[in-house]
Nanobody, 115 residues
Framework: QVQLVESGGGLVQVGGSLRLSCAAS????????TGWYRQVPGKERERIAT???????TYADSVKGRFTISRDNAKNTVYLQMNRLKPEDTAMYYC?????????WGQGTQVTVSS
């Protein structure tokens, strides 16, 4: 059983920064690509960043150049550093992964960017 727990969300002003954390119950991040996603009410969940087992990363165009995904294997944690935040970044943020045919999600952490 994989458990993911996000933290680090909050209220921030436009242009500010936040770092989100996704802690896993075991060393799952070495075995599966992990993504950060976000969702606003009434819209589909959007994948915004992915880190692969190799360490390579990909980003959605909407966050490229502003967000950075990283991983600390020793702490079983994946991070999302978010800089130059915009009001449109306001959403519930989730980390998720697929492993052995099953999907795993955290409970989410709310990010609100105020103007």
């Amino acid at each position: 059983q994989v458990q993911l727990v996000e933290s680090g969300g909050g209220l921030v002003q436009v242009g500010g920064s936040l770092r989100l954390s996704c802690a896993a119950s075991g060393s799952i991040f070495r075995l599966a690509a992990t993504g950060w996603y976000r969702q606003v009410p009434g819209k589909e969940r959007e994948r915004i960043a992915t880190i692969y087992t190799s360490g390579s990363t990909t980003y959605a165009d909407s966050v490229k150049g502003r967000f950075t995904i990283s991983r600390d294997n020793a702490k079983n944690t994946v991070y999302l550093q978010m800089n130059r935040l915009k009001p449109e970044d306001t959403a519930m943020y989730y980390c998720g992964l697929r492993w052995l045919g099953a999907e795993y999600w955290g409970q989410g952490t709310q990010v609100t960017v105020s103007s």
